[in-house]
Structures are given as C-alpha cells and as structure tokens.
C-alpha cells in the first residue's frame, strides 16, 4: 500500500476462530497455494492456513486495509496480467532492468516475478509501511539474505521521496542507481524498465490518481518496451463506486477502461507515445462484505508501453 487512505474508523473484525475453508470463503486458488508451499517450505495443509491467518492478523494490526482481511496478500494479481510475460522478457533480454514494485505490501508479486526468472538484483520494491514488508518475509520464510529485493519506504505523494517530473524523452544524465542504498525513489528518474502498481490507484480520489500516474511515468526509462502495468477496482463507465466497502469506506472512485487510457495516452504522456492496453473483468463477491446490495465488483487489468 502506498499513500495512506482512509479505511474507517470501525474496520470490520476478522474471523478469530476460522472453522471455515479459506478456499470455500475467500476463493484462494490451487496454485496460489502451491506458490506459498513452494515458497514456505510449509506442506501440511493445516499448518499453513494457520501461518497465513497469523500473518494477516498481525498485518490487520499495522492497519486495517480491506484487502488484508479478504487475503489479497496471497492471491497473484502481477502474473494474472497478459503483459506480465512481457516484463519477464524485459528482464531476461534488457542488462539492468530496473523493476519497481510499488505499493508492494508483502511483496508476493516480486517474490513470484523472481521466482520465474527477474533477476533479484534488478528488483525494488516500496510501501508507505515497512511493517508490512517485514511480515511477507516473516510469511514466505526468508530473511534479507535469502530474499535481498530492498525497500524503499516512503509517501508516493511526498515530492522529496517521488519528484513530480515530466516522462523522460532522453536517457538520464545521471547513472544507475545503486539499489541497495536508495533511501527515496528520486535517484530512479528515468531509469527504470519496469513498474507494477495493484491494488494501488484505487485508494485515491480522481485528481490524485492523476497525480501518481505522473509521478510513476518520471520514473519510467525512455526505452521502447518499458511499462507500468497494474490491477484495480474499476466500472465500466469512469465514476464513484455504489454500495458499503469494508472498514466504513462510502465509495471508491473508479477509471472505466476508456478513461483509463485516455489518462495515460495524452494526458500523462503525449498522444501515440504509449500503448495502452485494459481488460476489465467482473468478479463475484457474494459473500465477502464488499458491498450489501452488489454480488459483483470490476477489476481493471492493464499495461502502458512506450514505444
């Protein structure tokens, strides 16, 4: 999670008890459970679904985000993007490709991008709150040595950590940064290859979104092929969502696909600089609070690629 939003004063409390089945409940797939075994080392069925539930209440301590209660931290959002083959490329044929996962949280979708070959000395990751980087490796078993992707925490919206700058059309003056000892992402201007930003934007009123969407395109390599690409709640027509979302939030303002391109291909970057590419997808969720009177909410799946 990256800039704080507001979740509520009364969030609403986890199953304690947990007699039900996380698959039955929260829909966590075979494979995402094969990614943690792999992952933790941790076989037993049991044994791991209390491992989660531990992680996710201490998580729901630091503070209360909806996604923690629903166990979004274990679900793949980057590997179920169509251009997630394509950052994998970019890391495996571009020496030096800098990939920035912001808003990581826990750090699942650079753990699964490492595990499918991104070279882990390319990667860097951000969060608002360092806490909840301490508990993915508490989660997936590793320390700083078995896992050295470094953090950088930091506001988003903090122009000293983020500079506001306009999207590079020429290869920085400055040289590549040591990644090992950023303390802000402001050495990263212009020099990185790739960004993945879910579970981000949606946080964020219109005009904000617009204000993060410029400062993550600064940050963006001029190269042909470099991308942002990410996942959030969407509609299908650009407005405030309906309905209760956990922890008291009234609504969430949400990008159709068409909007959500033309923010990126003509306002962020000049027109035809980009390729933008969205696929918005209906999800059921009956039966997880997200909302009394709607069983189904919109995911936006996307890409932006320079040319």
Not at 108 to 125: E, K, L, S
Not at 148 to 160: E, Q, S
Not at 221 to 236: A, D, F, K, R
Not at 272 to 285: C, F, I, M, W
Request: charged share 20%; proline share 8%.
């Amino acid at each position: 999670m990256q800039g704080r939003a507001d979740v509520g004063r009364t969030p609403l409390p986890l199953d304690e008890h947990f007699d039900s089945s996380l698959e039955t409940d929260f829909r966590i797939r075979p494979e995402e459970w094969a990614f943690l075994k792999a992952q933790t080392g941790i076989d037993d069925n049991d044994e791991l679904k209390k491992h989660v539930v531990k992680i996710q209440a201490d998580a729901y301590a630091i503070y209360p985000y909806p996604c923690i209660r629903l166990f979004a931290f274990i679900r793949r959002k980057l590997a179920a993007i169509s251009a997630y083959e394509q950052l994998l490329q970019l890391g495996r044929e571009r020496e030096g490709a800098i990939f920035l996962d912001i808003g990581c949280a826990f750090g699942g979708d650079v753990r699964r991008a490492v595990a499918d070959g991104y070279p882990v000395q390319n990667v860097v990751a951000s969060d608002l709150e360092p806490g909840f980087w301490r508990l993915g490796h508490e989660l997936f078993r590793s320390t700083p040595e078995t896992f050295p992707v470094p953090l950088v925490p930091g506001d988003a919206f903090d122009p000293a950590f983020l500079p506001p700058v306009a999207p590079c059309t020429s290869p920085p003056d400055i040289p590549r940064p040591d990644l090992q000892t950023l303390t802000s992402l402001a050495p990263l201007v212009g020099h990185v290859s790739a960004i993945h930003a879910s579970s981000l934007f949606h946080l964020f009123d219109e005009d904000k979104q617009e204000q993060l969407a410029r400062a993550l395109a600064g940050l963006l390599s001029p190269e042909p092929g470099s991308m942002i690409l990410g996942m959030h709640t969407g509609l299908p027509e650009k407005g405030w969502s309906k309905g209760t979302w956990p922890g008291g939030k009234s609504s969430l303002f949400c990008h159709s696909p068409e909007s959500w391109a033309e923010l990126w291909d003509g306002q962020v970057f000049e027109k035809g600089t980009v390729k933008v590419e969205t696929v918005l997808r209906a999800v059921d969720v009956s039966g997880l609070g997200l909302s009394p009177n709607d069983a189904m909410m919109y995911r936006i799946a996307w890409s932006v690629t320079r040319f």
